[in-house]
């Protein structure tokens, strides 16, 4: 039982390290008019403002009446970021700029404060919801100091059409993201022994 155990969660974390180097590269093939939106990037200090303000950010976007083709693109850049980032729930991923989770991140609240400021430039929508929205983040960075804290990924612009992934192989270089790894294939193993025994 304990070597079965150990042998799925050493194929997980092997697994995870080896995963393709997908993030950074934008796709190929492209016309010349599908370039992508460039979205600057955020200091690491003002990360965890727009996370937490990032419900009332996609809910004012959700709301917005009428669209146009920026505001839908940089919406699913924030979903599928958040996808590609596991939605930021592996620990150290908003505050340790070591975690192989931190660059994505960094990705998904830049988009986050683009589609904003970008819905502050909209007609129609909830006019007054938007202002008092970027009013209070203004405050929030201002007494946090957020934009003096910054990182390596703190002056690196991003893309609507590049997504950035995790980087796997540094995983187990990581203790919080091999321990979350770690934990996580135990409950798989855990999960898949009664089912095992069932079958014999």
């Given at each position: 039982?304990?070597?079965?155990?150990a042998?799925l969660?050493?194929?997980?974390?092997?697994?995870?390290a080896?995963?393709?180097?997908?993030?950074?590269?934008a796709?190929?093939?492209?016309?010349?008019d599908?370039?992508?939106i460039?979205?600057?990037?955020?200091?690491?200090?003002q990360?965890?403002?727009?996370?937490?303000?990032?419900?009332?950010?996609?809910?004012?976007?959700?709301?917005?009446?009428?669209?146009?083709?920026?505001?839908?693109?940089?919406?699913?850049?924030?979903?599928?970021?958040?996808?590609?980032?596991?939605?930021?729930?592996?620990?150290g991923?908003?505050?340790?700029?070591?975690?192989?989770?931190?660059?994505?991140?960094?990705?998904?609240?830049?988009?986050?404060?683009?589609l904003?400021?970008?819905?502050?430039?909209?007609?129609?929508?909830?006019?007054?919801?938007?202002?008092a929205?970027?009013?209070?983040?203004?405050?929030?960075?201002?007494?946090?100091?957020?934009?003096?804290?910054?990182?390596?990924?703190?002056d690196?612009?991003f893309?609507?059409?590049v997504?950035?992934?995790?980087?796997w192989?540094?995983i187990?270089?990581?203790?919080?993201?091999l321990?979350?790894?770690?934990?996580?294939?135990?409950?798989?193993?855990?999960?898949?022994?009664?089912?095992?025994?069932?079958?014999?």
């Amino acid at each position: 039982m304990r070597g079965y155990c150990a042998g799925l969660v050493g194929l997980f974390l092997c697994a995870a390290a080896s995963l393709p180097a997908w993030a950074h590269h934008a796709p190929t093939g492209r016309p010349a008019d599908a370039i992508g939106i460039s979205i600057p990037s955020l200091s690491h200090g003002q990360m965890q403002v727009i996370a937490d303000n990032l419900p009332a950010i996609q809910d004012l976007a959700a709301r917005q009446d009428p669209t146009d083709l920026t505001m839908r693109r940089l919406q699913d850049f924030v979903n599928l970021q958040r996808f590609a980032c596991l939605w930021g729930m592996v620990p150290g991923t908003l505050t340790d700029e070591a975690s192989p989770f931190n660059e994505c991140a960094h990705s998904y609240l830049a988009g986050a404060r683009a589609l904003l400021l970008h819905l502050q430039q909209m007609p129609g929508g909830d006019r007054a919801g938007v202002e008092a929205l970027v009013s209070k983040i203004e405050l929030e960075m201002l007494s946090a100091n957020a934009s003096l804290v910054l990182c390596r990924y703190s002056d690196e612009p991003f893309n609507t059409n590049v997504v950035i992934a995790p980087h796997w192989g540094e995983i187990p270089l990581h203790p919080p993201s091999l321990m979350t790894f770690a934990a996580l294939a135990v409950l798989l193993c855990a999960a898949a022994l009664p089912m095992r025994g069932v079958r014999r």
